[in-house]
């Protein structure tokens, strides 16, 4: 991995997975608090495959939001 990648990765908020925001299909939630592709789905999200984006929200009440 490029050291340019690395800088790129983010923690998902909720099982501390890192995901790239640019790459991965991340929710993002508040501006820089993600979950990774899994817990937005465990969370109640939906991927739309054919639009490239989630149309139904995750649930991410509870969750810490980073301080901007």
């Known amino acids: 991995?490029?050291?340019s990648e690395t800088l790129e990765l983010r923690p998902c908020a909720l099982c501390g997975a890192e995901?790239?925001?640019?790459r991965d299909r991340g929710y993002c939630f508040?501006?820089?608090?993600?979950?990774?592709?899994?817990?937005a789905i465990r969370r109640g999200g939906r991927w739309d495959e054919a639009q490239d984006r989630w149309d139904v929200e995750?649930?991410?009440?509870?969750?810490a939001v980073p301080e901007e």
Not at 30 to 39: G, H, K, N, P, S
Not at 58 to 63: E, H, P, T, Y
């Open 30 to 39: 508040a501006t820089e608090a993600f979950l990774c592709f899994d817990c």
């Open 58 to 63: 995750a649930d991410v009440s509870g969750l």
């Open 1 to 3: 991995m490029h050291r």
């Open 19 to 22: 995901i790239s925001p640019a």
